[in-house]
């Protein structure tokens, strides 16, 4: 059974930096894309980025690009989204996908990541 | 960026009666389109895709429609457990755009 797991959630301050996580099981992980999608409270869905974990290809929405941070580690099948100084604005659902290509729909979710900055 | 929009906002429609929700994109995405339900409190769930494939376990009401610019996401009977936010996505062009979302209420 395909699965992503996502670490649970965070509350963070202005300023601090943050690491979440996806976890990826029962399907070779190096070689599907994953996504990041960002819910914000009663707003729509918006796509962040992509990677590829088998050689780290990642791309950007140029929303996103300069703001977040995707990489992956295959050997422990786990993809991540990072912030370095996080904002009030990041408050949000963070989701992970999977997806058979760069620009494709996704038919697995990870559970979801609620990210809280706040002072 | 390819801006997708999705109406109505909120749509009530009553037990067993057809639900039909629109999705326009500012340009041609091709039949690169996909349907999206979203429960409170849960993940999206991939309903549609290539604008017409009902995914893997989805009922037979959920159907797709349209090409290019316009489609529509058609519910021939409304379920109480089909109370959700439906959205649209597009991944013809760079990058995958998601519209803003239909809610979807029993009257």
């Known amino acids: 059974e395909v699965q992503l797991v996502q670490s649970g959630a965070v509350v963070k301050k202005p300023g601090e930096s943050l690491k979440i996580s996806c976890m990826g099981s029962g399907y070779s992980f190096p070689t599907y894309w994953i996504a990041w999608v960002r819910h914000m409270p009663g707003k729509g869905l918006e796509w962040m980025g992509i990677?590829?974990?088998?050689?780290?290809?990642?791309r950007y929405s140029p929303s996103f690009r300069g703001q977040v941070t995707i990489s992956a580690d295959k050997s422990v099948s786990t993809a991540y989204l990072q912030w370095s100084s996080l904002k009030a604005s990041d408050t949000a659902m963070y989701y992970c996908?999977?997806?058979?290509?760069?620009?494709?729909?996704?038919?697995?979710w990870g559970q979801g990541t609620l990210v809280t900055v706040s002072s | 960026e390819i801006v997708m929009t999705q109406s109505p906002a909120t749509l009530s429609v009553s037990p067993g009666e057809r639900a039909t929700l629109s999705c326009r994109a500012s340009?041609?995405?091709?039949?690169?389109l996909a349907w999206y339900q979203q429960k409170p409190g849960q993940a999206p769930r991939l309903l549609i895709y290539?604008?017409?494939t009902r995914a893997t376990g989805i009922p037979a009401r959920f159907s797709g429609s349209g090409s290019g610019t316009q489609f529509t996401l058609t519910i021939s009977s409304l379920q109480s457990e089909d109370v959700a936010v439906y959205y649209c996505q597009q991944y013809n062009h760079w990058p995958p755009s998601f519209g803003g979302g239909t809610k979807v209420e029993i009257k």
């Open positions: 990677i590829y974990p088998d050689d780290s290809d990642t």
């Open positions: 340009q041609s995405v091709s039949a690169d």
């Open positions: 290539g604008e017409s």
């Open positions: 996908a999977r997806g058979v290509g760069p620009n494709y729909s996704y038919q697995y």
